[in-house]
């Protein structure tokens, strides 16, 4: 069963509602009574064997939909959910601004706009900022199956049309989230003021690089996380969900609400699994037309590009090459693909991260990345702001 398939999105979908732990669980139980029913020792040894890992699934579904009960009265959307069509997305809304773009984050992986939430409470002082939940994440519902780059730059423009923003925008992304600020700018040019990209994944390391297993991993670590998450078993999924007896703890604040939230909703793991499934050669050649985005596909859109000077953090993946030539090309080409995104528009630059961060500098200096932002959304509103009129003219 291939994971970037028609089979594995439709497990993807069954299993990313929460309910449907019961169901399964009741018809293994049925399975395992119609054994009992068989004549022959062997039969009724394993259909009691059944029957009881079946009450076992009732069980531990129960403690799911009773945990995520408990987180969700505990943690009320802090913004709008609006319809995108058949299906809800959270969009929080938060600060003002009559003269300057509004700024939208997206944070990388599949993660939930208040990744974001840090950089988001400085930028909201000064003007409007946006945190969108990706369908599956957050406070989002699920969506529909296959996910891909392309539906969620659709998705986002609607969530953000709906919500009662007409744009301009300067989208924000890091990383996968990067590569969906591109595709959506893309598709909607009107919509956008600028572009900063936060290292954002360059498709061309998805499709020429070494094998990189971890993303494999990642895709098989969530599927086997949703599974685990719809009969009960929620050890060691986000910070502070688990209280000494299995307790919900409160929480005070949105990052922590939506750290629980994902903790605990299979639909999280099932829509980070599928979505990258496009982070694969066989992935990104089935779709790579609706979601790279090539030279020049930008115009001269403003578009900042910041990435980190070298490959600070990778050493690892460096490491296990083992031959000095190919880890020396593998740097290098690393570093050249990191470029990429500056052809897509005539009016892109590069920013460098400070010395010594690497990938994940969105967290580890957030006040640089906030200061990057806000300098280009006063460049767009002073560019954009009539010329005042001459006195007697």
Not at 273 to 283: D, H, N, T, V, W
Not at 364 to 373: N, Q, W, Y
Request: glycine share 12%.
């Amino acid at each position: 069963m291939r994971q970037d398939g028609r089979a594995m999105n439709g497990l993807l979908a069954v299993i990313s509602r929460d309910w449907v732990g019961l169901p399964i669980a009741l018809l293994v139980g049925g399975a395992g009574a119609w054994s009992l029913g068989l004549s022959g020792t062997w039969a009724r040894v394993i259909g009691g064997i059944v029957v009881a890992v079946a009450v076992l699934m009732v069980l531990g579904s129960v403690r799911h939909l009773v945990c995520l009960a408990q987180v969700r009265a505990k943690c009320p959307p802090p913004g709008r959910l609006v319809d995108v069509g058949g299906y809800r997305m959270h969009v929080l809304v938060e600060g003002e601004s009559a003269t300057k773009p509004t700024v939208v984050w997206l944070p990388g992986g599949h993660a939930s706009g208040h990744e974001f939430h840090r950089l988001h409470a400085v930028l909201r002082e000064t003007t409007r900022s946006v945190l969108v939940d990706r369908p599956g994440s957050g406070w989002s519902d699920v969506g529909p199956f296959p996910r891909t780059t392309a539906t969620e730059a659709v998705e986002l423009f609607t969530a953000l049309e709906r919500a009662g923003l007409d744009g301009p925008f300067v989208l924000v992304g890091h990383s996968f989230g990067g590569l969906l600020a591109a595709n959506a700018a893309r598709r909607r040019p009107e919509l956008v003021a600028g572009l900063v990209l936060l290292d954002p994944t360059p498709p061309d390391v998805i499709v020429y690089a070494m094998p990189n297993r971890s993303l494999t991993r990642s895709r098989a670590t969530h599927l086997r996380a949703a599974l685990c998450h719809l009969f009960g078993i929620h050890r060691g999924r986000g910070r502070g969900t688990d209280g000494p007896q299995g307790a919900v703890e409160p929480a005070r604040t949105p990052p922590a609400c939506t750290t629980q939230i994902d903790a605990f909703k299979t639909g999280s793991d099932c829509a980070a699994a599928s979505i990258y499934s496009e982070l694969s050669p066989i992935g990104m050649a089935r779709r790579g037309w609706q979601t790279v985005v090539y030279d020049g596909d930008l115009a001269d859109l403003r578009l900042l590009l910041v990435t980190p000077r070298d490959l600070t953090g990778g050493d690892e993946i460096l490491d296990a090459v083992g031959d000095p030539v190919q880890a020396e090309r593998l740097r290098r080409f690393y570093l050249n693909t990191r470029s990429r995104f500056l052809a897509t528009s005539t009016r892109a630059r590069r920013v460098y991260t400070p010395e010594g961060t690497g990938h994940n500098f969105p967290h580890e200096v957030p006040e640089f990345v906030t200061e990057v932002v806000r300098n280009l959304v006063d460049e767009i509103a002073e560019e954009r702001r009539p010329p005042s009129s001459e006195p007697g003219g």
